[in-house]
């Protein structure tokens, strides 16, 4: 079986992480890379052996040797970018959040379902071994009916105010906490305890301007902190707590809180967002958190320095697999539209200062 030839669009995430996971992977080759501005994109495609360099979109599009693109550009860019690659006939890989609103992921998902491309949305927590351990017990009733969720995701990232202002300090631009990791809590809090009946969301933002490139100070407008509160379809409150302006947070953690026992997942390691995660639990009837041991059937095939590796690199061989058998895969576009759509009544209830009702379908 020949090789599926990807385009990379995007050279931040798409470079670091993209591209090598694509290299990595048996069934791929990275045929070509697009930067706007064409030194850079012969620079990259010069460092990693990649035979085209694109300084327009349309010029990568109409390669016969890409049958599929990655999409890491920032996330104003992602719509235009994703519908051009869609209407070429290219499978998509796309980065989170997927668009500027709900109203454009379910665009690109319908356009998708109608162009029979297979799309991808890079959620990679739900390839982490500790995750999907951590779901499997939960699918198994481990602590039985649940009575409170717990989610903390306190970083300190963006903490430094001194931190170049760039796209990420701008609303209309796609940046800001929830956009970059509230995409993901979305989504996992769909894949790991189901649909979502209503929520309240109270954005803030701590770092209210940043020096630009030339050191002159610009406004920031994106959220740096969110305070989420949700009720699951079965009744169970969620507590989402986000940020990425806490000095020393506390890491990334989720606790379920059941009538058989509590299991803990997380990570203190600020320097890397998937290694360090472990499992506890606490049962009713000890007085200490024992750790959970992982069952090495969820182990990943190698892992890499870089933890973000070998996840995307999980997410990448199930979007080849879809695409060459031809059978649907998760997570797809449809995830990241959902995830988008709670981005963005989570906007309109902290506008609006009340409770949103969350429908049933998109």
């Known amino acids: 079986m020949s090789k599926i030839g990807v385009g990379i669009i995007g050279t931040g995430f798409g470079q670091i992480i993209h591209i090598p996971a694509l290299q990595i992977h048996p069934d791929t080759e990275v045929v070509a890379v697009y930067h706007r501005d064409r030194t850079k994109a012969q620079q990259i495609a010069d460092k990693f052996g990649i035979p085209h360099a694109c300084d327009r979109l349309e010029d990568l599009l109409a390669l016969p040797a890409v049958q599929a693109v990655t999409i890491s550009t920032p996330p104003s860019f992602h719509y235009e970018e994703a519908k051009a690659a869609i209407e070429a006939g290219k499978h998509i890989l796309l980065e989170k959040p997927v668009t500027l609103n709900a109203q454009q992921a379910i665009a690109l998902y319908q356009l998708a379902q109608k162009r029979q491309v297979v799309t991808a949305t890079d959620f990679e927590f739900r390839c982490v071994p500790q995750w999907r351990y951590f779901k499997h017990l939960l699918d198994q009733n481990h602590v039985g009916k649940k009575r409170l969720i717990q989610i903390d995701w306190l970083v300190q990232g963006r903490a430094d105010p001194k931190r170049v202002w760039n796209w990420y300090s701008q609303k209309a631009f796609g940046g800001g906490a929830l956009g970059a990791i509230g995409s993901h809590a979305f989504d996992y809090v769909r894949w790991l305890f189901g649909d979502i009946k209503s929520l309240s969301g109270q954005l803030s933002t701590g ?76 049962k009713i009837d000890r007085t200490e958190m024992e750790v959970v041991p992982i069952s090495s059937e969820y182990d990943l095939p190698k892992t890499y320095t870089d933890g973000r590796l070998a996840p995307v690199l999980a997410i990448c061989d199930r979007w080849v697999k879809s695409i060459q058998s031809g059978q649907p895969m998760t997570p797809s576009l449809y995830e990241g539209a959902w995830s988008q759509l709670l981005m963005d009544l989570t906007q309109e209830s902290h506008q609006q200062k009340k409770w949103i009702d969350v429908p049933s379908s998109i």
């Open 207 to 282: 770092i209210s301007e940043r020096p630009d490139a030339n050191g002159v100070l610009r406004p920031v407008d994106a959220d740096d902190t969110c305070n989420i509160l949700l009720e699951l379809t079965d009744g169970t409150p969620c507590n989402i707590s986000l940020s990425t302006v806490t000095y020393r947070g506390r890491g990334h953690w989720l606790t379920v809180y059941g009538e058989n026992g509590t299991l803990v997942l997380g990570s203190s390691n600020q320097s890397d967002y998937v290694h360090g995660f472990s499992l506890r639990q606490g």
